[in-house]
């Protein structure tokens, strides 16, 4: 390779270096924290920690189920995941009483509730701000991943432009020759040591930008479910759970059901996923769909039935978030993520230096920030568009409003909006939507406490009424009285539930 081509690929290596720097820096940390995300966010919860070895985490579905119901009657399950990592409770995603999403974390020998968390927390966010800066918006996160393909190209020029960079593996810096020499030396050290993972995140992240562009492949979809009015079939229990889990594991010998997820409206299933016996871990997971009704399995799938860039999703999967071996893994992806970070730091102060000597008299921070030019306008922009971002979703007023519906009665008869989560002793203000047609008159009896009457906006043959409770430590059950001219009432009934928090 002539010297005027390397010379220029070190060139367009050195500007994208300095201009990307503060971006990379931002992107390795981030992903380096997200690979022990949920062990960060629960180093304070030791509830939810076990030592219990897999054999001997014998909980079913059906118990778990039982257990989240026991404990919380009103909760909603959607998600449950058996063991979630060798070292956490099993995990199951479902919504409360009032509305609000959470993760139920169960005794992986008894089923029992043990411990309760919200969503939203550290690693939620910290997902959210490395994947599209907390806008879930799937433009940035392709944009984002776009920048793969910059990674790769700095990998790949850094390499070429390295001579001999093989022999430079335990070339440590040395202080003598000053600062300058010193980030030079650090930096091909840091690049030499984290390049394997830096080529694996590039590959990954440009495959997932595919993904985002709608390149998905295909996945087997299972035969549709006979009719019913309800998400779930009526007479359902864990016995149900139990049968269809049966039906499942025969439908797909050698299937070690890890999750299984409940029908979230009337045409869904019961799916059971997990690995397969014969199949390698990064070839994906087997699948079986049942039927809630019949108990009769809609489609049963192995790996080898998922086509085109479908199949490689387990794979990029693993290797981009280090699961592949467990807590090994786990810790030579965080290590290998910091060295990243430290390459693209250090590239920043090679630029400091040595590439800025018009700039002499000022400190290497302000050098890097003179020499990102007007790219250092558009990461202002960025920090202030997180930062609004930020606020629009977590700042006052940002809770989402949420329904819940009577236990007793169709949703169209009346249903009640929640403007915030239920808390205990904290006044809770509430909007009931009547849909009953002819109602005149409404009263609220929470829990035990006498009725009080609610004024009624009508709304044509429609109504609302509006009226606040303050939570206790029972099940916060509202009882809605409405009465039509002839007197006739209807009685409609509410439960919130016992609050958590």
Partial sequence: MNRTFRNWLFS????????????????FLTGTVLVVGIEVESIARPEIWTTIAKEDRTASFAEIYDGIKTTHPESTVFVIEKYPAPWFADRT???TGWGENISFWTDPATGAVVYETRDGGFRDILRDLHDTFLTTKRPIFILISATSVLLLYQIVSGLITYRRFWKGFFRWPKRAGGFRSWSGATHRLTALWAAPLLILIA????????????????????????????TLPIG???DTLEQAEASAVAALPGLEPLVMVLPGDPSGTFGFEGPVAGFAKTSGWGSVSVDP???EVLGAFTPDDTRGFARWKALMNTLHFGTWGGAVSLGLWVLSGLLAAGVALTGALIFAARLAPEAAQYGPLRRIWRGLGMSRWIYLLILLGI???AYQRFGPGSHQRVGVFPIDAPGAAAYLILSAPLRRDTPL?????????????ASITTDREAAQPVELIQNGEKAQAFFRITPNDTANQITARLTKPDGADKIITFRLGQPIW
């Fill in 12 to 27: 367009l290596h050195t500007w994208l270096g300095l201009h990307l720097s503060i971006f990379f820096t931002f992107m």
């Fill in 93 to 95: 995603f479902g919504r």
């Fill in 203 to 230: 590959i990954t992240s440009f495959y997932f930008m595919l993904g985002g562009l709608g390149f998905e492949g295909t996945t087997p979809k299972p035969q549709p479910t006979s009719a019913r009015d309800t």
């Fill in 236 to 238: 359902f229990s864990s």
């Fill in 293 to 295: 009704v019949t108990l």
């Fill in 387 to 389: 930062l609004l971002t």
């Fill in 429 to 441: 203000d509430i909007e009931m939507h009547i849909g009953e047609a002819g109602i005149t008159a």
